[in-house]
């Protein structure tokens, strides 16, 4: 039996429960034994325009996206607009077949960039400008389509029920449109019914009438339509298999790893993983972690960093999330959390700018901008998460990073991961220690909270202990803290702050800095949400008998010189893949490295990438028909 590779993409209007039909698909298969991953892209408004979904799924692992969709199912017209060319041949479209006769210019949310490029397509091969023609060129491609009648379907489910109800709620449709995909596969309908089930456990009705809807259109899908050719019957499920979203990562991480205090100013995507946290604010994880996290919205990001500062100087694990615009405010105060030695940690969701720029769209675009965060020369940590999976792992380490150095940590993220859903393995909080560093619990007299020490790291005082008073300013200081301008002190202790670099660099262990996936003549370097479709499109060419390196660094600043030196001592051409117009990592390895790259891949269109699209340019690169610089642009 052949491997199973399969895609479905839902689109339909923001707010029309896009995101609630993949979560129905996704958590079916899921059960079912398949891995899973999908990513959501969506406008910048509360309702209305194009919202999709995309979904793969296989019976072996799997870490992104591909280009190929193998079925879409759609219940209005821009989805078939916008993704109808990405449907492969011996692939499906579901469609509500009122929507036929639909016209580009009766669909106002098709930008007129877009819509130009569509008319251009459907001119050349004469082709009328309405659904009915994208349907006639996929159908031509080999592409079966499958017209449903939405309304039909609710009125006769409506009459047979005897749920009047039914007949109006077009927020079924996308149940209607999941039900009919799992029809076609066949997939076991006991599945659909048990998970609409567990989602509307708390909601009795909804669940009833959700699981009517689900199994009418899955028996109607199977009665009328022939085999499909794409078969998810199910396949072994693996032990210890978890479904998780993005943002759930970092946030399930926090509170395994001690974080007490979260306050934050909502901005997407960071919005979504403090929302977790409040939701689950008071969780008992493990006999000796028991707590809660205090979760507070505060009045804007500046507000937000100074309540996390407060709360890590009483010598709680504190933290806030924030994007790239709310980032930006909040450097002058990690300044101040430099210069007074004080542990914090900040989760960066990166999107695109700049400014407001695509502010629910993927990029990697603020890593120069945490590398040298904040005026002045202060140690700090920049650390990247690759994937979901590593980001509750990463969490825990950047907590401690920040306790064993009294650092800020800016912990890296992005949309594409938090929007992401996958499978993977349920996260061990045993593998996640607690190290508090020179956290003290009693203090002797005397006490000189930036005392000189051999390491070059004082210990620290928890607000309110007997004896341990200090003072904090943000002017420079002596050991005590009191304010000073003499220039031999000062210098003293910068030197003492800045030799953190390399202590940092000393201490961490090498496997946490940078992960090796080998090297080889032709070597990838990159780091954050490139990982994933970087190792499937290593896959797919190593199954040509084409071998290619990838080194991952997670270390970002201070910058494992060194090391990364050493794991590229033999590779003769160097390839740098990542998400931002200026290669960013680029420019810090040239720096760091002091070599030069041979080629750069790169995508910032607002779209993560596919492994389809980095497999294509690593093939061009190979055969020498690349340029120099690649960029990609799959995605609508």
């Known amino acids: 039996m052949s491997a199973v590779d399969f895609t479905w993409l839902i689109g339909g209007p923001q707010g029309s429960g896009v995101e609630s039909g993949a979560n129905i698909f996704s958590r079916v298969c899921a059960e079912m034994g398949y891995q899973v991953f999908g990513k959501r892209e969506f406008y910048s408004n509360i309702k209305g325009d194009h919202s999709y979904f995309t979904l793969r799924i296989a019976d072996h692992k799997i870490h992104s996206n591909v280009n190929d969709v193998t079925l879409m199912v759609s219940f209005d017209a821009e989805t078939i607009f916008r993704h109808f060319e990405e449907v492969i041949s011996g692939g499906g479209i579901i ?359 051999d390491d070059g790291v004082s210990p620290r005082s928890r607000l309110g202990i007997d004896n341990g008073i200090f003072w904090s300013t943000g002017d420079e200081s002596d050991e005590t803290g009191h304010i000073t301008e003499d220039p031999v002190l000062r210098v003293k202790m910068m030197d003492k702050r800045m030799s953190r670099l390399d202590l940092i660099l000393k201490n961490i262990p090498e496997e946490e800095q940078v992960l090796s996936f080998g090297t080889a003549d032709h070597t990838i370097i990159s780091w954050g949400s490139a990982k994933g479709p970087i190792l499937d499109a290593i896959d797919m060419l190593k199954k040509e008998g084409i071998s290619i390196g990838f080194i991952q660094v997670k270390l970002l600043h201070p910058f494992p010189t060194d090391y990364v030196k050493s794991l590229l001592k033999d590779t003769k051409t160097i390839i740098d893949i990542e998400a931002n117009h200026s290669a960013q990592f680029g420019k810090l390895f040239n720096q760091n490295i002091q070599r030069d790259i041979d080629y750069f891949i790169l995508k910032y269109s607002g779209r993560a990438m596919t492994s389809t699209e980095i497999y294509d340019s690593l093939k061009k690169i190979i055969e020498n028909k690349a340029d120099k610089r690649e960029v990609l642009m799959h995605g609508a």
């Not at 036929?100 to 082709?127: A, C, G, I, Q, Y």
């Not at 449109?177 to 708390?202: E, N, R, Y």
């Not at 995507?269 to 969780?283: G, H, K, Q, R």
Request: charged share 20%; glycine share 8%.
């Open 95 to 453: 469609y509500d077949s009122d929507l036929e006769k639909t016209k580009t210019d009766d669909v106002h949310t098709l930008d007129s960039p877009f819509k130009e490029r569509l008319h251009k397509e459907l001119e050349s091969k004469n082709k009328p400008f309405t659904i009915a023609g994208v349907l006639e060129i996929a159908k031509e491609k080999g592409v079966t389509l499958f017209p449903v009648s939405f309304k039909s379907i609710l009125a006769t489910l409506a009459e047979e029920t005897e749920n009047p109800r039914l007949r109006g709620l077009v927020r079924m449709f996308n149940v209607i449109g999941v039900s009919l995909s799992l029809g076609l596969v066949k997939m076991p309908p006991d599945s659909l019914q048990k998970t609409i089930g567990a989602i509307f456990a708390k909601k009795q009705t909804i669940a009833e009438l959700n699981q009517q809807t689900a199994t009418y259109s899955y028996n109607y899908a199977t009665a009328k339509f022939e085999n499909f050719g794409h078969l998810l019957i199910g396949t072994k499920k693996e032990t210890g298999t978890l479904l998780v979203q993005g943002h759930q990562g970092t946030a399930l991480g926090k509170m395994a790893c001690g974080c007490r205090f979260q306050p934050y100013y909502p901005i997407t995507p960071a919005s979504d993983e403090s929302v977790f946290l409040e939701s689950n604010e008071i969780l008992e994880i493990i006999d000796d972690r028991p707590g809660s996290t205090a979760v507070i919205q505060t009045e804007d990001e500046i507000c937000a960093m100074g309540m996390a500062i407060g709360g890590s100087l009483t010598g709680t694990r504190s933290a806030t999330c924030t994007s790239g615009p709310g980032f930006a405010l909040m450097t002058e105060m990690i300044g101040w959390a430099g210069i007074n030695e004080v542990p914090i940690v900040i989760t960066n969701y990166q999107r695109s700018g700049p400014s407001t720029g695509l502010p629910t769209r993927h990029g990697q675009d603020d890593l120069l901008f945490s590398v040298y965060a904040g005026h002045g020369d202060f140690p700090k940590i920049v650390y990247a998460s690759g994937d979901i999976e590593e980001s509750f792992y990463d969490t825990g380490n950047c907590f401690n990073y920040a306790d064993i150095f009294q650092v800020p940590v800016i912990h890296l993220m992005d949309k594409f991961l938090a929007s992401s859903v996958i499978t993977c393995k349920r996260f061990d909080t045993q593998r996640i220690p607690i190290n508090r560093g020179k956290l003290l619990e009693t203090v002797d007299d005397g006490y000189r909270r930036f005392e000189f020490t």
